[in-house]
Each structure stands twice: as C-alpha cells, then as structure tokens.
C-alpha cells in the first residue's frame, strides 16, 4: 500500500518526502489514508488521500467537478478562514485515476475527536457550520453542480420502489413486513410533501450537503468551535429542509439507528433547539418562509424515507445496507419508524421552537 500512496502522492507533486502513512477507519463508502511529509525546513505536512468508491458514486469525475466548483467558491467569500484544499496534478486535475477508482489528496486539518455527538454545545456549533454552509452557497447557481445520485431524496420514487420490492416478494420476507407496510402506506402523503411544494414550485432548489451529520464537522480542538464542514461528495442541487431534516434525524434520536427496544427511540428536543439555534443564526434571512415552514415536517419525511430505504433492502436481501445480521434492516426500518411516530406527536413544539429561533435570527 505505501508504494500506491507514494504514487499517488507524485502525482499531486506534494512537497518534500514521504514520511509514513496510516488507514483512517472512519466512514463506510471510500478508502482514507493520512499521509506525512517531511519537508527541507524540517517541518511535517500532512494530507488526507481517499480512493473514491466508484460502486457509490458512479461519475466520480462529477462527484469532483462539483467539490471544485464549491470549494472555489467558499474560498472565494471566505478568504481567511479554514477551507478544504484538494491538491492538482500537472495537467490541473483535481483527481488521479487508478483503473475503476480515482484518488484524490486533501489538506488536513487537526481538529478535536467527536466523542459525544449529543453534547448540546457540539450540537449547536454543528447546526452552525451546515447552516453556514447554507448561507454561503445561498449565493452559488444550483444550476452549476451535477445531480452525482439521481432522486437521492426524492421521497416518491423511495417508496414507489419499495412497493416494486413488495411486488417481487422475491426472498419471500415480505409476510414479516406487514405492519410495517401498512403504517409507511398510511403516512406516504405526509412524507412526500417536501417532493410535491418542490414540483409545485414552493420550494427553490438550493445547494445543498446531503449527508449532514455531526461526524462531518470538524472542531476547534480548544473550543469545539466549528471549523469546516467536510465529506462534499453528496453536495448537490437539493432542498434545504433535506439537510435539517436528515441532520435532526441523526442527532436528535435518543437511541442507535439499529435500536432493538423502541422504547429506547424518541426525538430528544433538546437537541432539536440545539441544532436549530445553531442552523438557523446564520441562515433565517436567507430562506423563505415557506422553507422554513417546511422544516419540522421535513424532520418526520426524512425518517420516514430512511425507513422505506430499509425496508426496500430488507425485501430485496440487503444488497446496499452492510447487515450484521439478517433482520438488520428490518431492525433498522423499524426504529426509524419509531422515530417518526415521536416526531409526528411533537409536531406542534418542534414548529414552536423554529419560529421562536427565525424570530430571534431575522
């Protein structure tokens, strides 16, 4: 492995010499490697290599063209502050290819290890750095970037498919899903409404990250002060209130996605105020009322989706979701759909507590 890195490194024409290397295990999707060189001064330098998994995202080449594209930009308005850098090649590409996969160099940037994704202090400096990450691409033509993975939030499409797996009954499973069929058919309007005021043309498309976790934020390692947000390969033309959705979904479950006793699972609105204070301080003069409307319902869409992606690999023999065992993805459809319920009963506190945060921020 070390004389791949040390390829790939020539080919970005990093400064110095090649000094060591480690895997960094974190993520389920690419290859990350963080290599250190040693440059004349005596100095180290560090970078972040990853190969791209070309089974995920099928146009890598898009996947970077939209990085670029955005990374350009933030530098742009942000002159100053800490950015990501993906490092060029000769010929003024920022990626290499290697066979099916493509690598592509980072600088990295030391930050505090998140330890407890359910600090309200974390929680709240995370909701700041996505919200602006909003604000700062607020002003960037969606227009400009690649749709990398087609319909990734296209509600409709999610459960048209899942009603394709329950046609097929192709491992026979779907006797064991019956009630939780009937509850995701019962609840399809409500969780497609983000998808109908977008064809209406009540919601604008935004750039947007689609993969908004607290885990892709990296933090001051004195203050947990929020640095950069990080893993753009999902940014792409979306709606807003798919990133605070699928953000309050991850943060705000009081229990592990794959949770067993759902009485453990319920939505901690602690940490919805948390991350809604933080997302929208610097974002509630950009959006408009109708997207923020649509915020805490897009909290209980976004679960429900997830559910029905479950429930879809389940049917269909787990061929997307690693499974450490054969009901996972039951287990998982289930717990997010005990999720949603929580959130459908707190409704009316979660769109309290993002008009008092809009008041307070406009």
Not at 159 to 164: C, N, P
Not at 241 to 247: H, I, L, Q, S, V
Not at 325 to 346: E, G, I, S
Request: aromatic letters at 10%; one cysteine or more; charged letters at 30%.
């Amino acid at each position: 492995m070390q004389e791949k890195l040390m390829e790939i490194c020539t080919a970005f024409r990093l400064p110095g010499s090649f000094d060591r290397w480690e895997e960094v295990k974190v993520g389920n999707i690419n290859k990350t490697y963080k290599v250190t060189y040693a440059r004349e001064n005596g100095l180290e330098k560090a970078y972040i290599l990853q190969r791209v998994n070309p089974f995920v995202f099928k146009n890598p080449e898009q996947v970077m063209e939209n990085i670029e594209r955005v990374t350009q930009h933030f530098r742009r308005l942000q002159p100053g502050k800490v950015t990501l850098h993906y490092h060029h090649t000769r010929d003024g590409k920022n990626f290499v290819r290697d066979g099916d996969y493509i690598w592509r160099v980072v600088n990295y940037i030391p930050s505090a290890p998140v330890t407890d994704a359910r600090d309200e202090t974390l929680v709240r400096n995370a909701g700041f750095a996505f919200g602006e990450f909003q604000a700062v691409l607020s002003y960037f033509d969606p227009a400009q970037l690649y749709e990398t993975i087609p319909d990734f939030h296209n509600t409709q499409k999610r459960f048209d498919a899942l009603e394709e797996a329950v046609e097929a009954d192709s491992l026979g499973r779907v006797k064991e899903a019956e009630a939780e069929l009937s509850w995701l058919r019962s609840v399809r309007e409500d969780a497609c409404c983000l998808c109908r005021m977008q064809e209406e043309g009540l919601l604008p498309l935004r750039v947007t990250h689609n993969d908004t976790k607290v885990n892709n934020v990296l933090f001051d390692k004195k203050d947990h002060r929020a640095l950069v947000v990080i893993d753009l390969d999902t940014v792409m033309p979306g709606l807003a209130g798919n990133d605070f959705g699928d953000a309050i979904r991850s943060v705000a479950n009081t229990a592990a996605e794959d949770e067993k006793d759902l009485s453990k699972v319920s939505c901690d609105l602690r940490m919805f105020r948390a991350f809604a204070e933080g997302f929208l301080e610097p974002t509630a003069h950009a959006f408009t009322q109708h997207e923020m409307d649509t915020f805490s319902i897009s909290c209980f869409a976004l679960t429900v989706e997830l559910a029905v992606r479950f429930l879809t690999d389940y049917l269909l023999g787990d061929p997307y979701f690693y499974c450490a065992y054969p009901a996972h993805n039951l287990v998982r459809a289930r717990c997010q759909m005990a999720l949603a319920r929580d959130m459908q009963r707190k409704m009316g506190e979660m769109e309290k507590i993002i008009a008092d945060c809009a008041e307070k921020y406009r």
